[in-house]
């Protein structure tokens, strides 16, 4: 059974840091995306970053570019999210997902096949 387990947000300071962790479960080596979105309350999920698993090729939304860093490690089947100059606009819930086919659009929704449970990031001001 596939598993993403995302975990490691919490509450900081406007321009602290965090690091997500996905912990991915039951198809070893057979990414190819992986990506993180986030939700705030009252609005709709939105792509912040991806990572192809093979290439290491890197998509980054504008509002996150020079400030968060995607990567993975292929060995622990785990992706990661460095989050820095954190802003209280970025407060939101934080959801990994994966899939193991290409994916033409890898900022839309709907390509993904698999979800972590979300992680809840909340910046103070």
């Known amino acids: 059974q596939v598993q993403l387990v995302d975990s490691g947000g919490g509450l900081v300071q406007a321009g602290g840091s965090l690091r997500l962790s996905c912990a991915a479960s039951?198809?070893?080596?057979?990414?190819?995306?992986m990506a993180w979105f986030r939700q705030a309350p009252g609005k709709e999920r939105e792509f912040v970053a991806a990572?192809?698993?093979?290439?290491?090729?890197?998509d980054y939304a504008d509002f996150v570019k020079g400030r968060f860093t995607i990567s993975k490690n292929s060995a622990e089947d785990t992706g990661y999210l460095q989050m820095n100059s954190l802003k209280p606009e970025d407060t939101a819930v934080y959801f990994c997902?994966?899939?193991?086919?290409?994916?033409?659009?890898?900022?839309?929704?709907?390509?993904?096949?698999?979800w972590g449970q979300g992680t809840q990031v909340t910046v103070s001001s």
């Open positions: 039951g198809r070893a080596g057979e990414w190819y995306t």
């Open positions: 997902a994966a899939s193991p086919r290409y994916l033409p659009q890898v900022q839309r929704v709907g390509e993904y096949d698999y």
């Open positions: 990572v192809t698993w093979s290439g290491g090729n890197t």
